[in-house]
């Protein structure tokens, strides 16, 4: 298949699955993003998520090697506006500062261009040193005692949210409590970050988190959203969600396309704001070399 045939193909899934949550989607939205990252598109990892309440339907895309300024590249396509605002230095201050391993952006079929994400696993950076970036939100600072009780230090993701001006840190957690963390840290982020408590299941599916990112915006040092991500795997059990998801938001999850052999790719992710908790679930249309062979790791053990 041409590369411009595959992005009519990634289109009509962004459309079949939008359709499938009754959001409307339409050409004109999200063809021009598509074509304004190319025919690579075809060989990165696509994600398709969707939140319970849903208004919005999303897809988060790996960004192109051949794109070496992604901020640039959304701003140079009109996808991100010139700005004062500090949201607009934050991802060329990061570049400057750290080895950054890939880039995702971030986009609604309604809304459009949302966020850029930088990711650095395999260049772990402590949050102190994250904090001393001059375009950094200050609440990263105001809150280091509160990431410290919770032992809360590697970052490997920044995400940066240019249309509500918030930023996410993404923490990496060590390997001795990924996926399975005490019921007890789950509760004091979230008592101290000012969420409500958990009901029983929401609280059981945070413990399987491996990263857990914090939402925060320029405006004031409150901790906007926390969010605990597990690791993307195959066979995600919906009848173990069922209560949490709208009927349209199930069968999603249950057809919505995707473009590799095997089981469907599929991440859940329980996240709680000051209004409440929510999930946040994702089908993976298209995977990574590197999220494929991880992914065949873990099945063989």
Not at 128 to 154: C, E, W
Request: one cysteine or more; aromatic letters at 10%.
């Amino acid at each position: 298949m041409s590369g411009a045939a595959a992005l009519d193909e990634i289109y009509s899934a962004i459309e079949k699955s939008a359709r499938l949550l009754d959001v409307p989607c339409t050409r004109e939205k999200v063809w021009p993003i598509l074509t304004a990252y190319g025919e690579a598109l075809s060989e990165v990892a696509i994600i398709f998520s969707v939140s319970s309440g849903r208004e919005e339907f999303d897809y988060t895309v790996q960004v192109p090697a051949g794109i070496d300024d992604p901020y640039a590249h959304a701003v140079a396509n009109g996808f991100v506006g010139e700005t004062d605002h500090p949201v607009g230095a934050l991802l060329p201050d990061v570049q400057a500062r750290v080895s950054v391993n890939e880039y995702f952006f971030d986009c609604g079929v309604v809304g459009g261009f949302q966020k850029l994400y930088a990711s650095f696993p395999r260049n772990l950076q402590p949050v102190s040193k994250l904090a001393d970036i001059p375009s950094m939100p200050r609440a990263v600072t105001d809150n280091a005692g509160y990431f410290a009780q919770h032992g809360l230090d590697d970052v490997s993701v920044i995400g940066i949210d240019y249309k509500r001006r918030t930023m996410n840190l993404y923490f990496q957690l060590p390997a001795a409590i990924a996926g399975n963390l005490d019921p007890k840290l789950v509760l004091s982020l979230l008592q101290e970050g000012g969420m409500p408590e958990p009901d029983e299941r929401m609280l059981e599916l945070a413990l399987g988190a491996y990263r857990i990112y914090v939402t925060f915006s320029w405006d004031s040092s409150r901790v906007q959203r926390i969010s605990f991500s597990p690791r993307p795997s195959r066979g995600l059990d919906l009848e173990a969600i069922a209560d949490q998801l709208e009927p349209e938001t199930a069968e999603f999850m249950r057809t919505a396309p995707f473009a590799y052999e095997g089981e469907r790719v599929s991440i859940s992710v329980p996240k709680w704001s000051a209004d409440g908790g929510h999930m946040n679930l994702g089908s993976y249309y298209q995977v990574s070399p590197q999220l494929a062979a991880l992914i065949a790791s873990q099945e063989r053990g």
